[in-house]
């Protein structure tokens, strides 16, 4: 088993043998392009991401900046959108669902380093899978950690850090994230807390 088919297995591996560091510079050649989009050529984004990434919807969207390690390793469903300073560590297979939405600065990590130094320090280093489902809404300045999986429907509150799984149809936040409540039917009548839609259409 060579260094890439560790990673992709979740074992403890080496970034830079077996072809793993040329893999990331062609991603960055990539994300580099796709960060110096002049204002005029936003229409290309589309186009640069479904190159990148191993599988999305056909409708997708990220406002630059957006840094990851290997692209193909991201797979998004319908309708995903995320605001400027996403970052993806994407060692491990990151999988979004559909209409996920994503605000400023988020961070989702599946790469890690072993606690002890003398581990640490071997250069072995490693990528657990993070899956976020369907109609998922993640907060501004959140850190999602390398296992984690979020549930369907759930709302992620601006900075938390989730360091376990979330369960669907919730509203958790904090450092480290828990559940805040269930999201109930009475929250579909109002936009921001208790402020209720004046409008027919939503």
Same mark, same amino acid.
């Given at each position: 088993?060579?260094?890439?088919?560790?990673?992709?297995?979740?074992?403890?591996?080496?970034?830079?043998? %077996?072809?793993?560091?040329?893999?990331?510079?062609?991603?960055?050649?990539?994300?580099?392009?796709?960060?110096?989009?002049?204002?005029?050529?936003? +229409?290309?984004?589309?186009? &640069?991401?479904?190159?990148?990434?191993?599988?999305?919807?056909? %409708?997708?969207?990220?406002?630059?900046?957006?840094?990851? @390690?290997?692209?193909?390793?991201?797979?998004?469903?319908?309708?995903?959108?995320?605001?400027?300073?996403?970052?993806?560590?994407?060692?491990?297979?990151?999988?979004?669902?559909?209409?996920?939405?994503?605000?400023?600065?988020?961070? &989702?990590?599946?790469?890690?380093?072993?606690?002890?130094?003398?581990?640490?320090?071997?250069?072995?280093?490693?990528?657990?899978?993070?899956?976020?489902?369907?109609?998922?809404?993640?907060?501004?300045?959140?850190? &999602?950690?390398?296992?984690?999986?979020?549930? %369907?429907?759930?709302? &992620?509150?601006?900075?938390?850090?989730?360091?376990?799984?979330?369960?669907?149809?919730?509203?958790?936040?904090?450092?480290?994230?828990?559940?805040?409540?269930?999201?109930?039917?009475? @929250?579909? +009548?109002?936009?921001?807390?208790?402020?209720?839609?004046?409008?027919? %259409?939503?």
């Amino acid at each position: 088993m060579n260094q890439k088919e560790r990673m992709l297995s979740g074992l403890p591996y080496k970034a830079w043998l %077996d072809g793993l560091e040329a893999e990331r510079e062609a991603c960055k050649a990539v994300i580099y392009q796709f960060n110096l989009l002049r204002p005029e050529e936003r +229409d290309r984004i589309p186009e &640069i991401l479904k190159g990148l990434f191993g599988k999305t919807g056909e %409708d997708i969207w990220i406002e630059p900046p957006f840094h990851c @390690d290997y692209g193909w390793n991201i797979e998004t469903g319908e309708n995903f959108f995320a605001n400027y300073g996403l970052t993806v560590l994407d060692v491990g297979k990151v999988i979004f669902g559909d209409n996920v939405v994503i605000a400023p600065n988020v961070s &989702i990590y599946t790469a890690g380093h072993p606690i002890h130094p003398e581990s640490r320090n071997s250069g072995y280093e490693y990528g657990i899978p993070i899956s976020i489902g369907n109609n998922v809404w993640i907060g501004g300045s959140v850190v &999602i950690l390398p296992g984690v999986a979020i549930g %369907d429907n759930a709302v &992620i509150g601006a900075g938390s850090v989730v360091t376990k799984d979330i369960p669907g149809n919730v509203i958790a936040a904090g450092n480290p994230c828990r559940v805040i409540r269930t999201i109930t039917e009475e @929250d579909r +009548d109002f936009y921001y807390k208790n402020r209720k839609f004046d409008v027919e %259409d939503y």
